[in-house]
């Protein structure tokens, strides 16, 4: 995964032609300046020891000239390179953003929410550090090396050659050790991935947390996680940091070794003090950039490391939607069918198999039955969560497969009960997804749900800021916001997943008022576990195992005595059974 990485990378970098452009042309330039310098030091000395104060004065004020020079030049190339490398991380950010909501929720259900949250954080961080490291000083490393070796050439060809060959052992050092440390950075991102994922657990569900007195669980948990992490880290720095003592201490016993060997042509008389100042500057402008690529190929890995699990979420197979039908909602009458369908999770576990069902349209649908059962995963489907692995589901005589996801789901609204509130204001979370929808159209949408009331309790009523995911409501609160949202722009068909279980009884009956005109003459689903609020269903589906044990309505179904009977008199016996007496 490592190169295809790289070459992404390389693709994301030529997508900014102007930017890299501008920052090779000021490496090119930052480079000629520091090579250049050196000739200048070499004739001063020459000079001095001439005793040519004239020529000393000029080489100085071409020196003075070029240092203000090289230094504006060095202000630029960091600015260009921090927008080449920060928009390049910004675009590859929201390359996976796009990228999470077209992955199907099969795949997202292997994967952790706090891993990919660290995908993008953590992750996109390292990489955007290892990039500018890169352009910083791998691309000016390598062209110092490339136009030092050419001006040293121009010297002495002999003591080149000698710097040239033993120098790169330095390199061959640092890329044996970079491949070790590479493997340590992989483990290292996994498991910085897992620490995430377990205080994004630990924080949503701290109060659950608390009450089953599960703190030192978790604690150990987090223990053995972060130990880990921290061995992996301690394993990848140890690695990386051994290769800058490795290479300097090279360098250095090169560095000795020409300037023995310059001194003695100086006594034979070959060499001027000048000439070796020069080379020597040379030599150790040619063996710095070793030192930095050893730097940067360790920094690198982590960098490629932290890419491997961005590009890994972009190559994940999207969901496939090609189909371009529409669909008329003045004429959609919601009548549905599921034809033989099958569907599993998982291969080797089937769950409904060769399901048929006929729902008429304007049909008041209750789906009932175990924890398991299959309910959830029925609404999943027909709302194109997931794919059917067989059959078809057909809505007024079309296969859904025919639209595209978006366009069925315009025609259905959907209450969970889960509830999501979002980060703004309590008009927005009830306009989600209508975000034109006017202040009278929010409030009659609130009305019906039963929410204009503590609404307006609220410090700055349809104006109050939410921030904290909900947290500030109670859960009852929160289920009445979600519920507004389907009345704000009626739906043909309506699913209703446990839409008030986080209610009291009384604001049931109201918001079960409310639903029941609103379900009027639209097929409806409903999902509920408290039996006596799906009785005057036109039709109730009893599932068992993914498939439709018994169907029918209220009485025809009580009449069979079968299960649906016993689930009814066994739920009846559970409300009626009194309270135990309590002392106080």
Known sequence: MKGSSFKAL??????????LIAMLLATLLQVLLTVYLPILIGQAVDAVLLADGQVVLGILVQMLLLILLNSLVQWYLPLVTNRLVYGLVADLREQVYVKLHQLPLVYLDRQSVG???????????????????????????????????????????SMMLLVVVLTPLSLFFARYIAQKSYSYYRKQTGARGQQAQLLEESISQLTLIQSFNAQEQFQTHFQSLNNHYANYSQRAIFASSTVNPTTRFINALIYALLAGLGALRIMQG??????LTTFLNYASQYSKPFNDISAVLSELQ??????????????ADSMVDEAEQTIQQEELKG??????????YQPDRPLIDKLTIDIKAGQKVAIVGPTGAGKSTLINLLMRFYDVNAGQIVLDGVPIQHYSREELRKQMGMVLQETWIRSGTIHDNIAYG???ATRELVIEAAQAANADFFIRQLPEGYDTVLTDGGQSLSQGQCQLLSIARVFVKIPKILILDEATSSIDRRTEALVQEAFAKLMEGRTSFIIAHRLSTIQSADLILVMVDGQIVEQGNHKELMAKQGVYYQMQTSQQAEESEPMPNASL
């Open 302 to 315: 982590s960098a490629l490391a932290c890419a491997d699990r961005l590009f890994v979420l972009l190559a």
């Open 270 to 275: 070959t060499f001027t003090v000048g000439s």
């Open 10 to 19: 390389v693709g994301l970098v030529c997508k900014q032609p102007f930017r």
């Open 335 to 344: 009548a549905l069918s599921f034809e033989k369908v099958s569907f599993s």
């Open 115 to 157: 891993d990919l949250v660290a995908r993008f954080s953590s992750d996109s961080e390292q990489l955007a550090s290892g990039l500018l490291m890169v352009f910083n000083q791998l691309f000016l490393g390598s062209l110092t090396i490339v136009l030092t070796i050419v001006t040293m050439s121009g010297l002495d060809v």
């Open 434 to 436: 209508y975000p034109n």
